[in-house]
C-alpha cells in the first residue's frame, strides 16, 4: 500500500530524515515511535505532500507522488496532530466543504456524513457547530473528514495528543474498526502502549534513520533475550551482588535500594538456577518478579544514545515479516 | 448535460469563506458601519448642494454629483478594508491550522488562492450593491444612464480582483496576519502613490523633451486613475479635463487597457502566491547516490 524509498530531507547539512524506505501492506495498521526529533512528523509530512523530500520517493497504491500527486492525495486521509475548525460551520457544512473539494455532490455527503458520524460515534450532530465540539469530538471530527472521499490509507499524526483518558480510549476503537473494515493505517504517537496494544506492525525511528520495522510480535521477540529480573534482598547486598557475579551467563543491570536488576534471558530454567544460586549462598531473597519485554522497554533501548542502529536490527524496507 | 444551477461547480473555498463571513457578526457590524459613512456623506454631500443652489431644479441637477462622490467614498473606504479581508486569507488559514489540510487535499494551490481572492472580491461586491440604494438618487433624480451603474459594478470588480491579490500575495510573503496586512498597504501605496512617481520625475527633468505622457504609462496599473477617468467619462467630462488632457486622448481605451493590465497583473500575482504556498513544487524523484549525498 504504502513504499517510502530511500526518503530524506535535510535542513542544510542535518538530515531530519535520512535514506528512510518502509512498505506498509495493505490493511495494516501501522504504528510509528521514535523520540521528539526523530524525524516522525517530517516522514509524514512528506508522505502528505507538504513537504518537499530531498530524495527519494513516496508510492501509495501504486501511484508515484513525483509523478501524479493527485493520485497519491485521492487514496490518502491525513489526520494532524491539531484539529483546525472553521468558526460559523456546521459539521454537516464542515463535511460538505470537504467532499466538494472531492467533487463528491452534496447528495452524497449528506448520506455518508450520517455513516462517517456514525462510525466515530458522533452520531446525530451534523446541525451542531464544529467550535462548540470537545476537543475529542473534533478530533473524531477530523477522522471522519479524512474518510469522506473513501481513502485507502489514512494517515494520522500524533492523533491522541491531549485527549483525556475517554477521548483516548474512544479513538482507538474508531482506528480499530476502521482497520478491520480494511483501511490501511499509519499512526504516529508517543502512546507506546496504544501502539503497542493497536498496530499490528512498528516502525521505530531515531535520529531521521529507521532503527526497526516489521510486526509487532516480531519486533517485541527481538529483545526477547535481554529480559529483566528484579529481585528483593534482604540480607546483606553486598554478598547478594557477589554471588550473582558468580553466576554465568548474566549480568547486573542495576542495583536499588533492597533490589538487584538482573539482565537475563528471562527463561524458566535460567531463573530457577539463579535463585538456587543466591539461596545456597546465604542470600535471603524476599521475592522476585520478571519484568518481560514491551514496546516501552525495546523503544528506550533502541533509541538510547550509545545505540548503534546498525547492529542486530533489520532495517528498512521490511521484508516479510510484516508482509501477510 | 441537463443545465441547471447545480451542475455549476462553485470554487469550495469561496463558497466556504462567503458562508462563514456572512455569519459573522463582524460582517454584519462592517455592513452597517459602511453604510453609515456613506449615508452621512451623502446627507453632507446634498446639504452642500442646496446651499450652493437656487431651487429645486437646480439641486436635483447637481444631485448627478452624488455619484462620483458616494462612489469614490466607496471605494477608498474598500481599498482600506480589501487588505485586510485579503492579506489575511491564508495566514488566517496558517493560524486556524486548517492550511495544512486543504494543502493534502486535491486542491490545487491555484485552486485555493483563486477562491480566496474570489471571496474577497465578491465580498466586497456585497458592500457596493448595498449602496446601491444611495447611488441610485443620482441615476433616478441626477439623470445619469444606467450603463453608468453597470460599468460602475464591473469597475469595482476589477478593483477589488486587483486589490485582493495583491492582498493575497502578500498573505504568502509573511507567516502573520498583522505583518501581511501592513505589507499589504505599502504594496497598495507604491500602485496607488508610487506610479506617480515617473511622471513626476519627467516633469522636473524633462518637461519639453516630449516624454511627458511616457512617465504616465505607470499609471495604468493606478486602479484610483482609471476609476477617476471613468467617473469623469460617465459625467460626461470632455477629454481635455481629464488631468488637464495630458494623460491620454481616450477615456476609453485608457481604461481598456488599464483593467486589462490590472487583471493581467492580478492573475500574475495570483499564480506567484500559488507558488508561494505550494510545498512540493517542482519535486522530482532524486535519488542520494545520484546527487552525490550519503
Request: proline share 3%.
Amino acid at each position: 500500500m504504502l513504499y517510502l524509498n530511500n526518503l530524506a530531507k535535510r535542513y542544510g547539512k542535518f538530515y531530519a530524515v535520512n535514506g528512510l524506505s518502509l512498505h506498509v501492506p495493505k490493511g495494516d495498521l501501522f504504528g510509528f515511535v521514535g523520540p521528539n526529533g526523530a524525524g516522525k512528523t517530517t516522514t509524514i509530512r512528506m508522505m502528505c505532500g507538504l513537504l518537499k523530500p530531498d530524495f527519494g520517493d513516496i508510492i501509495v497504491g501504486g501511484n508515484r507522488y513525483s509523478t501524479d500527486k493527485n493520485a497519491v492525495k485521492r487514496c490518502m486521509g491525513y489526520v494532524p496532530d491539531f484539529f483546525g475548525v472553521y468558526d460559523n460551520l456546521k459539521v454537516y457544512e464542515y463535511m460538505e466543504f470537504y467532499g466538494s473539494i472531492y467533487g463528491i455532490d452534496d447528495a452524497s455527503v449528506k448520506r455518508m456524513t450520517s455513516d462517517l458520524l456514525e462510525l466515530v460515534n458522533l452520531s446525530n450532530l451534523e446541525e451542531q457547530y464544529v467550535d462548540t465540539l470537545s476537543r475529542g469530538m473534533k478530533q473524531r471530527l477530523c477522522v471522519a473528514r479524512a474518510l469522506l472521499h473513501n481513502p485507502e490509507l489514512l494517515v494520522m499524526d500524533e492523533p491522541s495528543s491531549g485527549l483525556d483518558p475517554r477521548a483516548r480510549v474512544e479513538m482507538k476503537q474508531v482506528l480499530l474498526n476502521l482497520n478491520s473494515m480494511g483501511k490501511t493505517i499509519v499512526i504516529s504517537s508517543h502512546i507506546l502502549s496504544d501502539i503497542a496494544e493497536m498496530c499490528t506492525s512498528v516502525g521505530i525511528m531515531n535520529r531521521g534513520k529507521l532503527v526497526t520495522a516489521g510486526r509487532m510480535e516480531d519486533i517485541l521477540s527481538l529483545g526477547i533475550n535481554n529480559h529483566h529480573l528484579i529481585i528483593d534482598i534482604k540480607s546483606d547486598m553486598e554478598t547478594a551482588i557477589q554471588k550473582v557475579r558468580e553466576i554465568p551467563d548474566i549480568g547486573i543491570d542495576s542495583v536499588m535500594e533492597g533490589q538487584i536488576v538482573i539482565a537475563c534471558s528471562g527463561e524458566d530454567e535460567q531463573i530457577n538456577r539463579i535463585m538456587i544460586e543466591l539461596m545456597t549462598g546465604g542470600v535471603l531473597v524476599g521475592g522476585f518478579r520478571k519484568e518481560e519485554q514491551n514496546l516501552e522497554t525495546l523503544f528506550m533501548k533502541l533509541t538510547g544514545d550509545d545505540i548503534n542502529v546498525n547492529q542486530g536490527m533489520p532495517m528498512g524496507p521490511v521484508k516479510g515479516g510484516m508482509n501477510r | 448535460m441537463k443545465i441547471s444551477l447545480k451542475n455549476i461547480h462553485v470554487n469550495p473555498i469561496m463558497k466556504k469563506d462567503l458562508r462563514i463571513r456572512s455569519r459573522s457578526m463582524k460582517f454584519a457590524w462592517g455592513l452597517f458601519a459602511f453604510e453609515a459613512v456613506l449615508g452621512l456623506v451623502f446627507f453632507f454631500a446634498i446639504n452642500l448642494m442646496s446651499l450652493d443652489r437656487y431651487g429645486y431644479t437646480e439641486t436635483y441637477k447637481a444631485l448627478v454629483y452624488m455619484f462620483p462622490v458616494i462612489g469614490a467614498v466607496e471605494l477608498g473606504i474598500l481599498s482600506l478594508i480589501i487588505p485586510i479581508e485579503t492579506a489575511s486569507a491564508i495566514t488566517s488559514e496558517r493560524e486556524k491550522q486548517t492550511f495544512d489540510i486543504l494543502l493534502t487535499t486535491v486542491m490545487t494551490p491555484m485552486q485555493v488562492i483563486r477562491g480566496k481572492v474570489n471571496s474577497a472580491t465578491f465580498h466586497m461586491m456585497i458592500y457596493i450593491i448595498a449602496s446601491i440604494p444611495l447611488m441610485a438618487v443620482a441615476f433616478t433624480v441626477g439623470g445619469l444612464s444606467w450603463w453608468a451603474l453597470l460599468g460602475f459594478l464591473i469597475t469595482s470588480f476589477i478593483f477589488a480582483y486587483y486589490v485582493g491579490s495583491i492582498g493575497i500575495l502578500c498573505s504568502t510573503l509573511t507567516k502573520k496576519s498583522i505583518g501581511s496586512i501592513v505589507l499589504s498597504y505599502v504594496f497598495m501605496g507604491i500602485f496607488f502613490g508610487g506610479s506617480w512617481t515617473p511622471m513626476a520625475i519627467i516633469l522636473m527633468f524633462a518637461q519639453s523633451s516630449g516624454v511627458e505622457e511616457l512617465g504616465a504609462l505607470t499609471l495604468l496599473f493606478n486602479p484610483a486613475v482609471s476609476f477617476v477617468m471613468f467617473f469623469m467619462t460617465a459625467m460626461g467630462a470632455g477629454d481635455e479635463d481629464i488631468f488637464g488632457g495630458m494623460l491620454i486622448k481616450s477615456p476609453l481605451v485608457w481604461m481598456i487597457v488599464s483593467f486589462s493590465l490590472m487583471i493581467g497583473l492580478s492573475l500574475l500575482f495570483q499564480w506567484f502566491a500559488s507558488t508561494r504556498i505550494d510545498p512540493v513544487r517542482g519535486y522530482k524523484e532524486r535519488s542520494q547516490t545520484k546527487a552525490g549525498v550519503q
